[in-house]
C-alpha cells in the first residue's frame, strides 16, 4: 500500500500563506488522483482541493481563488499553496491518494490561522 507523508502545517497570522506537500512512497502517484481534505474540530472531513493525474483541478467554494493544488510527478509530491488564510481555515489537513477501487491517505498536518 502506498503511504503518504505530509509536510508544512503550522501556524500563520489571518492573510499569511503556508504551502503544504504530500509525497507518495512510490509511482503509482503518477496515475493517481491526489486530493487535500480537512477536519476541523467537531466537524466532518471536508473536500478542500483534488487534482486528476492529467491535471484537471476542483476546489471548495470556500477556498477558491486563495487555494492552488499542484503536482510534481518525477517527485512523487503534492502540494497545497494556501493563501490569505482565515481563521475558519484552522484544521488537520489531509492529502489523499486515489487510484480506482484503493486508496491511502496521509497522517494529518495541523494549520492555525490565528493572531
Known amino acids: 500500500q502506498v503511504q503518504l507523508a505530509e509536510y508544512g502545517g503550522g501556524l500563520v497570522q489571518p492573510g499569511g500563506s503556508l504551502r503544504l506537500s504530500c509525497t507518495a512512497s512510490n509511482n503509482i502517484f503518477k496515475i493517481s488522483v491526489m486530493g487535500w481534505y480537512r477536519q476541523a474540530p467537531g466537524k466532518q472531513r471536508e473536500l478542500v482541493a483534488i487534482m486528476s493525474s492529467g491535471g484537471v483541478t476542483n476546489y471548495a467554494e470556500s477556498v477558491k481563488g486563495r487555494f492552488t493544488i499542484s503536482r510534481d510527478n518525477p517527485k512523487n509530491t503534492v502540494y497545497l499553496q494556501m493563501n490569505s488564510l482565515k481563521p475558519e481555515d484552522t484544521a488537520v489537513y489531509y492529502c489523499?491518494?486515489?487510484?480506482?477501487?484503493?486508496?491511502?491517505w496521509g497522517q494529518g498536518t495541523q494549520v492555525t490561522v490565528s493572531s
Open positions: 489523499n491518494l486515489v487510484l480506482g477501487d484503493s486508496g491511502s
